[in-house]
């Protein structure tokens, strides 16, 4: 089977948001995957070639003042129209990092990702509250389940 791609879209300002992408980027390469390349990449790095290239997508936020991160809405704001013919029905996951809420922002990525039809494979992740690092194993399996499924073909 040809090499598939898992995108993993995730704004990181802080180390703690950091170790929950490399934690899903771990999850995602973990050895027992075969024929997936996991292509790690912030949000402002993100060309609509990227999306337009991959077969599913992980988006990473903080949620800063009630809302996704600057930085994935300015995703959304370059990709969305020259994706949106082409990548109706990509398989995709969210995280969100928040201190204390995260409903905003899932929120307003689900209203996005709506109108570009993309498709939720999984349950959005909320790592909320005061940082712990039980954080970390549901992003690994966030990441393993994805490449998973883009090893299986499930998706
Ligand atoms: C300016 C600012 C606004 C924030 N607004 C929210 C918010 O609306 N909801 C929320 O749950 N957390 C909010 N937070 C907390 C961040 O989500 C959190 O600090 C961020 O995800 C990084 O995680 P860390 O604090 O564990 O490093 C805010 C933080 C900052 C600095």
Redesign the pocket.
């Known amino acids: 089977m040809n090499e598939r791609t898992l995108l993993i879209v995730a704004h990181a300002p802080?180390p703690?948001?950091v170790a929950l992408r490399n934690a899903v980027a771990e999850g995602a390469r973990s050895p027992e995957i075969e024929g997936v390349a996991v292509q790690v990449l912030s949000p402002f790095a993100t060309q609509p070639e990227h999306v337009l290239s991959a077969q599913a997508v992980i988006l990473g936020t903080?949620?800063?003042?009630?809302y996704m991160s600057g930085a994935l809405k300015d995703f959304f704001d370059r990709c969305y129209y020259p994706c949106l013919e082409e990548t109706q029905g990509l398989p995709y996951a969210l995280y969100i990092?928040?201190?204390?809420?995260?409903t905003g922002t899932r929120r307003g990525v689900e209203t996005i990702v709506t109108g570009l039809r993309w498709r939720p494979v999984q349950e959005p992740l909320l790592c909320r509250g005061a940082?712990t690092t039980d954080f970390l194993a549901p992003c690994r399996d966030l990441g393993l389940a994805m490449a998973a499924g883009l090893e299986a073909g499930v998706f």
């Open positions: 802080s703690n948001p903080t949620e800063n003042l009630g990092r928040a201190g204390h809420d995260g940082w």
